[in-house]
């Protein structure tokens, strides 16, 4: 058996994704592109799954968050002529939107439901019952030799599986790691140190003295990043370290307490990011651990096994594309 131990990183934990998916987000990607759901080649990848699909057919979500292709999936079946179920899995105490409310209904052609705080390792869902299982960035947050036995016994045979990992070479994952190399320009300036000296020693009443030569230090700080912020494409962790921080440090100076409170927000704001960002990194398929994968998952038993790049329609990477069958 391959070794896929280096494959196994989990690293935020369940309570700060439920803190995440609480806030009502529908999928992690930060703009406003897949605010209503998944759209383009991604929504094209996911809905070429459909077709073959008997009526009664079960479909089962791995990690599936806040729900966006149980969504996705329910959509585009609530008015097609097959009964289908569809079952969202994850870790964390998830909170989809009340638009699920009515593929809940008893005469709801789509069904679909969640199982919260349930790991894909084990599902508890019926063996051979499933006849279609996805994951969009989420199996690789599992560990992935229990997660492809646990697909394998959840099954129907010749049943199918098809998943969206994050790979080193994605845009996604290339903007994580312009975020983390952000995030180390923050603290190279040690700005949340600053900020909380700041907020400190400005409502303990410190002399002039101290605090104009903090000040000094602070607007040098902020001068020094947003030159930096202007070489990269995409700087939303400088503009969180940077609006965030000069935002709390004017602050204090009408009202202490709301600094503080901001503060705390502000901090709790940018370990969040930074810790999601790292988790991408750190989950993210190599080349190398893609193709231990694939190897793994054959010897497993599945079957028709590939993996393709995913391409955003404008060319760029979203990361690998991978399908397979069970066994007849
Ligand atoms: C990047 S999110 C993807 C969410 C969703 N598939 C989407 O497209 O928006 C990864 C999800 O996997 C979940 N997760 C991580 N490890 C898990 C595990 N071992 N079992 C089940 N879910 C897990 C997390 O709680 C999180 O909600």
């Given amino acids: ?36 759901g998944y759209q383009g080649n991604i929504k094209s990848f996911w809905l070429q799954q459909l077709p073959g699909l008997d009526d009664g057919a079960s479909i089962v979500d791995l990690g599936s968050g806040n729900g966006a292709l149980p969504l996705l ?5 609530e008015d097609g002529p097959r ?28 069904k679909v439901r969640f199982k919260a705080e349930t790991p894909m390792e084990d599902t508890r869902l019926k063996k051979n019952s499933a006849d279609l299982v996805v994951s969009h960035y989420g199996f690789e947050y599992g560990d992935p030799e229990k997660v492809v036995r646990e697909i394998q016994r959840i099954l129907k045979p010749a049943g199918k599986v098809a998943m969206i990992v994050h790979h080193e070479g994605s845009y996604i994952v290339r903007k994580a790691r312009g975020m983390l190399e952000q995030a180390r320009l923050g603290e190279d300036e040690r700005l949340v140190n600053r900020v909380k000296k700041w907020v400190r020693d400005f409502a303990a009443g410190k002399s002039g003295t101290v605090l104009d030569k903090q000040a000094a230090q602070l607007e040098a700080s902020f001068d020094r990043l947003r030159t930096q912020a202007a070489q990269f494409q995409d700087a939303h962790m400088l503009a969180i370290l940077i609006n965030g921080g000069m935002a709390i440090a004017m ?30 990194c750190a989950v993210a398929y190599t080349n190398k651990s893609v193709s231990t994968l694939m190897d793994m998952m054959k010897e497993q038993g599945l079957a028709e096994c590939r993996m393709s790049v995913l391409n955003h329609e404008n060319g760029a990477s979203l990361g690998l594309a991978i399908t397979a069958r069970a066994a007849v």
């Fill in 1 to 36: 058996m391959p070794d896929v131990s280096n494959l196994k990183t989990t690293r935020v934990s369940s309570d700060q994704w439920a803190e995440y998916w609480s806030q009502g987000h529908l999928t992690t990607f930060g703009g406003p592109e897949f605010e209503d």
């Fill in 73 to 77: 999936f329910a959509r585009e079946l």
């Fill in 83 to 110: 009964k289908i179920s569809i079952v969202g899995i994850d870790n964390a105490a998830i909170a989809p939107s009340d638009e699920f409310k009515k593929y809940r209904k008893r005469d709801a052609r789509v």
């Fill in 251 to 280: 602050k204090v100076q009408s009202d202490a307490d709301e600094a503080r409170s901001m503060l705390k927000e502000w901090i709790t704001e940018y370990n969040a990011y930074r810790l999601r960002m790292e988790d991408i």
